[in-house]
C-alpha cells in the first residue's frame, strides 16, 4: 500500500551549482540547475527509502527523522516548534 509523505525542499544556489535540501530527511543532491538539483533531490530519497525498504527499516528511519504514523495510510511529518534566522560574528580569517 502506497503512503503519502511531506517533506521540504531548499534550494541553494552555490557558486555555479545548485543545491537541494530536505530538512526533515536529512537528505541533500545538487544539480546545474534548479529543475536538475530538484531531481536528483526526490531520486536520492527514493534511493533511500528503497534501501529502507529492502532492509526492513523504513518506518523505522522515518520515524528517526520525527515522522509518526496516524493509521494505514497517513504519515505525519514532523512540524517544527521554532524557525529562526539568527545573526552571528564569525572571524574568518
Known amino acids: 500500500m502506497d503512503k503519502v509523505i511531506y517533506f521540504t525542499e531548499q534550494i541553494f544556489k552555490e557558486g555555479n551549482t545548485y543545491s537541494s535540501y530536505c530538512p526533515e530527511l536529512d537528505i ?4 546545474n540547475t534548479i529543475e536538475e538539483a530538484r531531481k536528483n533531490l ?3 530519497i527514493e534511493i533511500v527509502f528503497e534501501e529502507c525498504r ?3 527499516t523504513l518506518k523505522a528511519f ?3 527523522m520525527g515522522y509518526s504514523f496516524k493509521n494505514d495510510y497517513e504519515i505525519i511529518p514532523p512540524v517544527p516548534i521554532e524557525t529562526e534566522k539568527v545573526e552571528m ?3 574568518v580569517a
Open 42 to 44: 526526490y531520486e536520492t
Open 62 to 64: 522515518l520515524e528517526e
Open 54 to 56: 529492502k532492509k526492513g
Open 28 to 31: 541533500a543532491s545538487c544539480g
Open 89 to 91: 560574528k564569525v572571524r
